[in-house]
């Protein structure tokens, strides 16, 4: 008798999951992206939540939070949907209930747990959410903080993030595959970067991708001085408005080379044999916060 044996392809013989390839059927569909623009609003956070629902909350405080949780997401190699959508996640919650600001990290733990176990073949364990906040929250807190989000956000979790409309943009402009790549690589940590700054928080993210890419293209000098007209015909973005958020996602990114550059500075010749190589690229074409932010240690978030 033969015997068989059945083979899971989601991984590799080296044990790292596979991505699913790009469906041509979907990118050529004009009704996905209709859809996805069409549907986009309703996961914005209604409102800007500092002002009328968080009594404890300050936007430094969210940024802090996503930082980390954006190192995290860095440090598991989780898939790139994973830290917008939690991201997304956390700032819906927000939206609804007030919670003190030494709950904050660990609604950010359960907002990864969530969108990890959506988008990961194999998603990150509740015990290693626990050990990155070293051991500030337990593993019942995480739980029972998962609990309250699905209740709150009513179990939609499949929220419309930046990422989902890169690929159909994208595929829609015309410039070689190895270009696209490249901008796309790009835009993605443009978008990551987004995520973290409170300012782009009730922006689209058709807007955001757009701007994003629209950044890309003019950081990697691969403009051809089409890329605002053919961004406003495939997502119908107005080009002004394209232009303004491209404006702000570049002063985002200069802040932010800016801050980990003074953060990465060697203070003392003492201590220079500690860095041989600085971990902040000096060019804003190679910054990708994904690999900036390099998780070394478990981290409590707390604030003053």
Request: hydrophobic content about 35%; aromatic content about 6%; glycine content about 2%.
């Amino acid at each position: 008798m033969e015997h068989f044996s059945l083979v899971c392809c989601e991984t590799d013989i080296s044990g790292k999951p596979q991505r699913a390839i790009q469906d041509p059927v979907l990118l050529n569909d004009k009704r996905v992206l209709a859809n996805l623009l069409s549907t986009e609003d309703k996961y914005l956070p209604h409102t800007c939540y500092f002002n009328c629902v968080q009594t404890d909350i300050q936007p430094y405080m969210r940024k802090m939070v996503t930082e980390w949780m954006a190192e995290v997401c860095s440090e598991q190699r989780m898939e790139e949907e994973v830290f917008p959508l939690s991201v997304n996640y956390l700032d819906r919650f927000l939206c609804i209930k007030d919670i003190k600001r030494t709950r904050l990290q660990l609604l950010g733990a359960a907002c990864m747990f969530l969108a990890s176990k959506l988008k990961e073949t194999t998603p990150i364990s509740g015990e290693q959410l626990v050990m990155y906040t070293d051991n500030s929250i337990t593993l019942e807190e995480l739980t029972d903080m998962e609990s309250q989000i699905l209740h709150l956000l009513k179990w939609d979790l499949s929220a419309i993030v930046p990422n989902d409309f890169l690929d159909h943009v994208l595929h829609r402009m015309n410039f070689n595959k190895s270009i696209l790549a490249t901008v796309k690589k790009q835009a993605q940590t443009f978008a990551a970067v987004c995520a973290t700054d409170c300012k782009f928080m009730l922006t689209p993210p058709s807007m955001i991708a757009c701007a994003a890419i629209g950044t890309a293209f003019r950081n990697l000098n691969y403009q051809s001085g089409t890329e605002l007209l053919n961004l406003h015909k495939i997502t119908g973005n107005d080009k002004d408005l394209i232009r303004d958020c491209m404006e702000q996602v570049e002063q985002t990114i200069q802040n932010c080379m800016s801050t980990h550059s003074q953060q990465n500075q060697t203070p003392t010749k003492q201590d220079s044999h500690k860095q041989e190589q600085p971990t902040t690229p000096t060019d804003v074409r190679e910054i990708n916060i994904m690999a900036v932010n390099t998780v070394h240690q478990a981290v409590p978030v707390t604030f003053g």
